[in-house]
């Protein structure tokens, strides 16, 4: 596992350096057999190390790794941009099974988050945040963004967000049924996740309000 782990930290945190070896393994393989055909594979493979490696190692780590923490300790904005923004280099600490920590770096471009979206999470420094590991190679973590504070925070905000738009139509209207009904499913929804007395309350008086109508 920790052999498979150093391949995959390499591959995600050194795209460059890995295509250099893919020309080089494969031009070798193709010099030594005199065959052309083994120089196929390496567009192919670097173009997927590039789109997917940071989403195998992820998927690695959650699935084989242990779970522990990690603290940023340095936040540095670069002059390199994705996106129309800038990319910031990051130093970590990263507690081992032993409680001593580590230390760790990555990108904003080569961070490897879970879950796996097609969104750049980073949590904030001097934080601690929840993270997976191979024992004996801690330096490659997934970050499990959706674990930590702040990810929780927006997590709730993201499923607050259908009962708060749901909430103005019915204050709008508040005879309309179809806007009683949309505001009633809403809070099910985030209630089925928060156990928070007010949103609960609220949906009880939406469902007499809902049968009064009727």
Do not use: C
């Amino acid at each position: 596992m920790i052999f498979i782990s150093k391949i995959l930290f390499f591959t995600s945190h050194h795209g460059f350096y890995t295509v250099i070896i893919l020309f080089v393994f494969f031009g070798l393989l193709s010099f030594v057999t005199k065959k052309a055909w083994f120089l196929a594979p390496i567009l192919p493979l670097a173009i997927l190390n590039g789109f997917a490696g940071q989403y195998l190692n992820a998927w690695f780590l959650n699935k084989y790794g242990v779970e522990s923490t990690a603290i940023i300790t340095s936040d540095v904005e670069t002059n390199s941009t994705l996106n129309d923004m800038y990319i910031h280099d990051y130093e970590a600490i990263v507690k081992k099974p032993d409680g001593k920590y580590s230390s760790t770096f990555f990108s904003t471009t080569s961070a490897t988050i879970y879950p796996i979206e097609n969104a750049i999470r980073i949590p904030p420094t001097e934080i601690p945040f929840p993270v997976k590991y191979i024992p004996g190679y801690e330096k490659n973590i997934v970050i499990l963004y959706n674990e930590s504070e702040e990810g929780k925070a927006v997590l709730k905000y993201s499923k607050l967000a259908p009962v708060n738009s749901a909430r103005i139509k019915y204050e709008a209207d508040r005879t309309d049924k179809e806007s009683i009904a949309e505001y009633i499913i809403a809070l099910e929804a985030y209630t089925a996740s928060y156990d928070e007395e007010s949103y609960k309350i609220k949906l009880e008086e939406l469902k007499k309000e809902l049968k009064q109508l009727k």
